[in-house]
């Protein structure tokens, strides 16, 4: 094995009680491909941010071609030929993207900007990346920027890229061409730490998977003698076969019907265009897509939170086909006062569903405050079902009156998914219902979703792992640049058919 | 392999979120600031006028507090201070920047001093009720025009608010120039000095117990309705997010427009209690700046209605004290402004101390 | 014509002393930090300027002019700064709320300036009114081009200070649009996350901002006490009122630096009509007087009606950065 680029020793970091990563060492080799294994909140991207200069470890060493070193900034870091790929791009929407890749570099130097587009471009040449030097932040696609802050990393001369979950708001031929590149810049002698969850992306593209668990280090295996089992039973600490129930639906009616849902931006742009779908009580029906092409839009259209063109129609049936609501032009209000009973957890938690300063009683009551004909607010019954909620769904929490905000991620989802069920919804809508949680309380949201669809509950799941929700759904609806590119069948379609779907007419139009 | 962080250049110190301090450290970090403000402030107005720190705040404590009449001056200006806070206490817990105090204070104290003007043949009974109800009305349009076009347009309201002080500002003006008593004198005078129609009366022999009964009853009804009413909820749903708020089903910009009212409405009251309960005139200075450091009293305060309260004192405190140095030493009494800033600065300092906590490099030997 | 020409030049005078305020401020929010202290640290740039001459004038013979306008510039520059260093530690360091630590500046800073504009005399030991004859006269010499007909008159006839404004407008546009440092400096406004982790040092980026901003506004101060009152002093609150426009200004320029130039002098134009208007009795000047706020309060409406991508303020404008949050 060749020498060690980077070498972690019992490295820690605490957020207030909270241990993100304890006592970890760590070696990473020159030219190597490493894989950071973990489930969601098992410490991976804060020891990343750790070697980039994001955080300071509150105990522990580094060391850099066997020598200890401080990182006190992103700028140490990249002077010790670091470079991070933040999950959240760390780009300036309103710059170009040649401005983007100076930002910090030689403050004294004059800003040539036909001089920098020719550096750009001889980076793009070097790896096989596309990129319009002029265009800005704000006109790219996803893909586009973290292809931007790949190329920002290696111009600043890193010899280790830690790339934040790369893959999560990929495509399936996009994730592919990602992996190319990181074999190209393998060949060019550097070397690659990825941050994944997905156990077959570990096993298509590393050499050396490591692996923590609760912030805690767990071991280190080669990919060659590596599989899904074996990797599972480390990243969780026990062995385990997890899978997601798909129970038949039984008892189908129609609950909703979508027809022509066009949306607009402030600047005119579609958001939507002409999405038409029919949705019936105990299905779960799947929405799949890249990130930001209307999965949004989408459901908030229907809870009475988007203004939809005329001509848009989203029809809610209460018992019979006969009995249809129009929901187009309600507010959410007007559409709870109709006897709708409509549930959304939407994808920004603290953001739209709770609010992160109240507790967990004020956060029940936010949906029904209004209740009761009195001036006073009424805090009985939903201090009896915040304490519910607590005790059947396992939140920790220090107590009913902590703001929200101080919970953790998966207990945050608790909180919104318990109060949005607990109003026995005829229409369940989530959006990212698992991002950012660990694998138990994502299983623990699926059998949620189960027993509501059980129930007879239409759900419409927006989700971005294509594996869950092809073992989930049962209908997939695949949204493409906020077009409806096909509704299909959960139990028949495979990946790779979505992926075309999500990316591929899209481009075939384009060559038009 | 020893675990000793290596120190030589590991950053001195380093700031670490901290969340959930008790409430009584959170007071007790509070009153330190305040005290080690006082002390510094003690040495400052030491330097320029030669009176040692302790017989300062002697000065101080006679000025503010000395006799009767400089009791109720302070008290006076305390209530003030605080209704203008209690007024703004909405607004900025739906973080709506409500800037415009100085303006809205202003437009109740001209409809307040016009009402005085020009009936003042009117009984008690029926002018003060008039003034009080037509006063809180044009506080609330001055108010309204900014929240209308912040709820529709997004239009950004802290400048807005701000621009409508210095209309206001224009307006006084106009008036005090229309309403000019004498002549050429430029200012408005005292205005129904013979009969004291629409004058605050006096209950219980006391000249400003309206001013902190008023206060008061508001200071009730504010805790109140921030607490435990369904548009109090509303407010702080929409304060810490409009999206949320949106989802929830709440009109946002409804709850925007009828929180500015009433925070409007609170202002303009308040200019009519400074001229039927404090100057019996108007001018451009009627509000004086109270409606700025309303804004910071609220802020500090959490819009609490008893904080509210204490801050606005010993703002009072510090105002009437500085003045007394001043007139003492010859000087003016822009004094107290400099010391309310620097204290005022140190309580904003504080907020740090509560909020975050400093980690220090590690002595060599500590290790780990 | 003459009283259109004398109208242009009230409006120069009075834009100057805004213009001042106003890209010191463009380069403050630029860091991404709203200060509403712009009028406290117009009025400690005034006083400090005021001060420091008044006791080199009282203390010296036959005072020099040239040093007389560097010192008054120096300390200006010097207490504002102060001022400015004040708000970034509150702000910055402590965290603290920026749109309150601003007030708060504001509230200190007048005190201060009318605290010791005020008592000058009686600290000083002297009685007579407060006058800086000297500093005033070199402030205020114009050149001999001033002697050109109506040209002169309208382009000439002013103080240094008046081009000093415009070639800092200009060097300001040139720092934000074409440079590295202005680059990195815009970032930190932006998105402060993201200068971070492209290795610009963002305190120090803002610390440098704020400073050098409070003491471009602190200069608005000091030429509206040595040009526009003569080197005199009034506790009337003027300085306050001009500081509050030159944030208006701002906002009107769509915080371009070279928007400054000619939207100081308009807001010159509209606060001096009154004057030019025949047949307003003196209340109805006061209702006048409104014009600059009033035409604020329109641009601000129609702004915030247009939604363009370049006429935004800074992404992260009012918002604390603390690089460790979760």
């Given amino acids: 094995m060749s020498s060690t680029a980077l070498s972690i020793k019992n490295l820690s970091k605490y957020f207030g009680s909270v241990c993100a990563n304890d006592h970890v060492s760590l070696d990473i080799y020159k030219g190597e491909i490493l894989a950071l294994l973990g489930e969601n909140g098992s410490g991976k991207t804060s020891l990343m941010n750790m070697l980039s200069g994001i955080y300071f470890p509150d105990e522990g060493q580094i060391f850099a071609d066997g020598k200890e070193v401080c990182i006190r900034s992103p700028k140490d870091a990249y002077a010790l ?3 991070m790929v933040h999950q959240h791009f760390k780009l300036v929407d309103v710059f170009s993207a040649s401005e983007n890749l100076i930002l910090g570099i030689d403050p004294s130097k004059p800003l040539d900007r036909k001089k920098i587009n020719q550096e750009l471009k001889t980076i793009c040449d070097r790896y096989g990346f596309e990129i319009d030097p002029d265009k800005k932040v704000y006109d790219m696609s996803v893909s586009e920027k973290q292809t931007l802050e790949i190329i920002k990393t290696l111009y600043r001369g890193a010899n280790v890229l830690i790339l934040d979950e790369p893959t999560a708001v990929l495509t399936p031929q996009e994730t592919e061409r990602l992996f190319s590149v990181i074999k190209n810049m393998k060949k060019d002698g550097k070397t690659v730490i990825i941050i994944t969850h997905k156990l077959h992306e570990v096993l298509e593209i590393s050499d050396r998977v490591a692996i923590l668990r609760k912030g805690a280090y767990v071991g280190c295996i080669e990919t060659a003698k590596a599989d ?157 079902l915040a304490a519910r909620i607590k005790k059947e769904l396992d939140v920790v929490t220090p107590g009913l009156q902590t703001p929200v905000r101080r919970l953790s991620g998966g207990n945050v989802q608790k909180v919104l998914v318990g109060r949005e069920i607990s109003a026995d919804p005829t229409v369940l809508m989530t959006a990212y219902a698992v991002r950012g949680l660990d694998i138990n309380t994502s299983y623990t949201i699926y059998k949620l979703l189960n027993e509501q669809k059980k129930k007879g509950t239409a759900i419409i799941f927006v989700g971005e792992d294509l594996d869950v929700m092809l073992e989930l759904c049962d209908r997939i609806l695949v949204l493409n640049a906020g077009k409806c590119a096909g509704i299909t069948d959960g139990r028949k379609i495979t990946k790779e058919e979505i992926g075309l779907m999500m990316t591929g007419s899209e481009r075939k139009q384009d060559e038009h | 392999m020893s675990t000793e962080i290596k120190t030589e250049k590991a950053p001195f110190v380093r700031v670490v979120k901290q969340e959930g301090m008790p409430f009584s450290k959170r007071v007790v970090v509070r009153i330190c600031f305040v005290l080690i403000a006082l002390v510094v402030c003690g040495f400052l107005i030491n330097a320029i006028t030669s009176y040692d720190p302790v017989s300062v705040y002697t000065i101080m404590f006679e000025g503010a507090f000395g006799n009767a009449r400089r009791t109720w001056a302070t008290v006076r200006e305390m209530m003030m201070l605080a209704l203008i806070a209690i007024g703004l206490a909405p607004a900025f817990k739906m973080k709506f920047w409500n800037i415009g105090a100085e303006g809205q204070i202003l437009i109740g104290g001209i409809i307040s001093a016009g ?28 108010a309204l025009l900014p929240a209308i076009f912040k709820a529709r347009f997004n239009t950004n309201e802290t400048l807005f608010t701000l621009m409508m002080n210095y209309v206001a500002i224009q307006l006084t003006s ?103 309960g404090a100057s019996h005139t108007i001018s451009t200075s009627t509000a004086g700046g109270r409606g700025f450091t309303a804004i910071i009293v609220a802020w500090l305060a959490k819009f609490d209605s008893a904080t509210m309260l204490l801050i606005s004192l010993l703002i009072a405190f510090l105002n009437s004290g500085a003045t007394e140095i001043a007139s003492k030493c010859k000087l003016n009494d822009y004094a107290s402004d400099m010391i309310i800033g620097i204290i005022l600065f140190f309580i904003l300092a504080s907020e740090f101390f509560i909020n975050y906590r400093l980690v220090f490099r590690k002595k060599e030997k500590g290790g780990v | 014509m003459q009283s259109l020409i004398s109208l242009f030049q009230a409006a120069v005078v009075f834009g100057t002393v805004i213009m001042f305020g106003c890209i010191g401020e463009i380069i403050t929010e630029k860091a991404g930090n709203l200060n509403l202290g712009v009028p406290g640290i117009m009025y400690l740039g005034g006083i400090a300027s005021l001060a420091s001459v008044f006791i080199y004038e009282g203390s010296t013979k036959d005072p020099s002019p040239v040093v007389c306008v560097l010192l008054a510039l120096v300390s200006s520059f010097a207490a504002s700064a102060l001022g400015g260093l004040v708000y970034a530690f509150l702000t910055i360091t402590l965290k603290a709320n920026q749109n309150v630590t601003g007030l708060t500046l504001t509230i200190f800073g007048s005190g201060v300036a009318n605290f010791f504009g005020g008592s000058l005399n009686t600290l000083a030991g002297r009685f007579e009114q407060v006058a800086v004859p000297v500093t005033s006269a070199a402030f205020r010499k114009t050149s001999m081009l001033s002697g050109i007909p109506v040209i002169g008159k309208l382009f000439f006839s002013y103080g240094f200070m008046v081009y000093l404004a415009i070639i800092i407008a200009v060097l300001t546009h040139f720092f934000m649009n074409h440079t590295r440092r202005g680059l990195n400096l815009r970032t930190v406004g932006e998105n402060p996350a993201a200068a971070d982790a492209a290795g610009i040092n963002v305190n120090r980026n803002k610390y440098l901002a704020i400073c050098i901003g409070a003491g471009i506004s602190g200069f608005g ?26 944030v208006a200004l701002v906002i009107f320029t769509t915080w371009k630096s070279k928007n400054a130039i000619w939207g100081a002098y308009l807001f010159g134009i509209l606060f001096w009509m009154f004057l030019y208007i025949p047949g307003l009795t003196r209340s109805s000047q006061e209702l006048f007087k409104m014009l600059p706020y009033a035409v604020t309060v329109i641009v601000l409406i129609i702004t915030s009606l247009k939604n363009s991508r370049d006429k935004q303020p800074p992404a992260a404008l009012g918002l604390p950065y603390f690089r460790e949050e979760r």
């Fill in chain 3, 221 to 246: 101060g000091a030429y509206y006490v040595m040009d526009y009152i003569k080197g005199t002093w009034a506790n009337d609150g003027s300085i306050e009122n001009l500081g509050w426009l030159a």
């Fill in chain 2, 174 to 276: 106009f008036f005090v120039a229309h309403w000019e008593n004498p002549k050429g004198s430029n200012t408005v005078g005292i205005i129904n000095s013979a009969n004291q129609a629409g004058w605050f009366p006096e209950v219980f022999g006391q000249k400003y117990f309206i001013n902190v009964a008023l206060t008061l009853v508001f200071a009730i009804f504010m805790f109140i309705y921030l607490r435990y009413t369904k548009h109090g909820f509303e407010i702080s749903v929409v304060g810490n997010s409009e999206n949320t708020a949106r989802y929830a089903g709440m009109n946002v910009s409804r709850i925007m427009i009828r929180t500015m009212l009433l925070s409007g409405a609170i202002c303009g009251i308040a200019g009519f209690m400074a001229v039927s």
């Fill in chain 1, 228 to 384: 899904e089992s074996k990797l599972t039973e480390m990243m969780m600490g026990e062995k385990v076969t997890l899978n997601i129930e798909r129970p038949e639906i039984k008892d189908k009616k129609l609950r909703l019907s979508v027809k022509d849902l066009c949306c607009k931006d402030a600047e005119g742009r579609d958001h939507l265009k002409n999405i038409s779908f029919d949705l019936y009580s105990g299905e779960i029906f799947g929405i799949a897509g890249i990130s930001g092409c209307g999965q949004k839009e989408l459901l908030e259209a229907i809870a009475g939170l988007q203004p939809a063109v005329s001509g848009s129609s989203i029809k809610y049936f209460r018992d019979s086909e006969d009995e249809a609501t129009e929901l187009i032009g309600k507010t959410p209000r007007a559409i709870r006062n109709m006897g709708v009973h409509l549930s959304f957890v939407p994808e920004d938690r603290l953001g739209m569903g709770l609010v992160g300063s109240m507790g967990m009683t004020d956060n029940m009551m936010l949906k029904d405050y209004d209740s009761g004909k009195l001036f006073f607010t009424n805090r009985r019954k939903p201090g009896e």
């Fill in chain 1, 81 to 83: 030929g670091i470079g």
């Fill in chain 2, 115 to 142: 009402c005085m003007i020009y009936l003042s043949a009117c009984p008690a009974h029926v002018l003060l009720p008039l003034m009080f109800v037509l006063s809180a009305a044009g506080g609330a349009a001055w």
